[in-house]
């Protein structure tokens, strides 16, 4: 079998596809999650993914909609992770989520 591994997608290839009133919401928990200690990012096609450490246990899934964020949470591989659509006005309880969850993940 034959696969091509071409050049690793970039935030700033991403982002070009964001709509821009998603844009500064999306780069705040963006942000917030890359401060977050041995954070790892995997930029897909349609989402970023964070993961904790080189075994990328992943905590969090970002997806840009239109005019929200949905967020995948995953705070223990052996449970159901939660999606939470985040609207874009206020991140503060979406961050506390997200730090507990990255504190959690194993």
Request: proline share 5%; aromatic share 10%; hydrophobic share 40%.
């Amino acid at each position: 079998m034959l696969m091509f591994a071409g050049p690793k997608r970039t935030f700033e290839d991403f982002k070009r596809q964001l709509n821009p009133h998603v844009l500064p919401a999306f780069e705040e928990l963006r942000s917030f999650c890359l401060s977050l200690a041995n954070t790892v990012e995997d930029v897909r096609a349609h989402r970023i993914v964070f993961g904790k450490s080189l075994t990328f246990r992943w905590f969090v899934d970002m997806e840009p909609g239109a005019n929200s964020i949905i967020i995948k949470i995953q705070r223990d591989r052996k449970e159901p992770f939660k999606t939470i659509t985040v609207m874009l006005d206020s991140l503060d309880e979406i961050k506390s989520q997200i730090r507990e969850a990255h504190q959690n993940i194993r």
